[in-house]
């Protein structure tokens, strides 16, 4: 596991762009991503854990309540992940 | 699916109190919250839904560009409420 550098770089574009403009566009893209992400057996936990970094990277002064409650957020994932990577086990087991 | 009023007041209230004091208890309070949230069918979406909707209530003049980014979230997140709910399924075929 653990996210490819390049869909980290092209999650935090994408982001970018939707914050500065709410395009549609990059919505769509996000929805491409986390397919590709999934396929990659990216955990949700993950994502959220590329968001924090995005959003840290491009806010700096991102106010430390923010930052507070995405670790939070991250916490509560991590129980989908773990259910995530059962139903990869099973859909491999019927293949 | 729909998220449990209770759990929702909980959650916001859990989530509260980690920013407030980053307490390892309200941490392990997120892990048993998001268990009862796959008990209940709901899907990561829904929980990235319910976090921005705390996170408005808690912080109500929140950056716009934070309440985009968490919308962002949301889209991508989507996907894996689709394979999430896929897994339910495979589970319950096999139960």
Redesign the interface.
């Given at each position: 596991m653990g996210t490819v550098k390049s869909d980290a770089v092209t999650?935090k574009n994408?982001?970018k762009h939707?914050?500065e403009t709410?395009d549609e566009k990059?919505?769509y893209g996000?929805?491409q991503?986390?397919?590709s992400?999934?396929k990659n057996n990216i955990l949700?936990e993950e994502?959220?854990n590329l968001?924090i970094q995005a959003?840290t990277e491009?806010?700096p002064s991102?106010s430390s309540?923010?930052q507070?409650?995405m670790?939070?957020?991250l916490?509560?994932?991590?129980?989908?992940g773990l259910?995530?990577q059962?139903?990869q086990t099973?859909?491999e087991e019927?293949s």
């Open positions: 999650y994408l982001l939707f914050i709410q990059s919505l996000a929805e991503i986390s397919k992400f999934i949700p994502i959220v968001h959003l491009l806010y991102l309540n923010v507070n409650s670790e939070f957020l916490e509560t994932m991590i129980s989908y259910a995530h059962e139903y099973l859909r019927q």
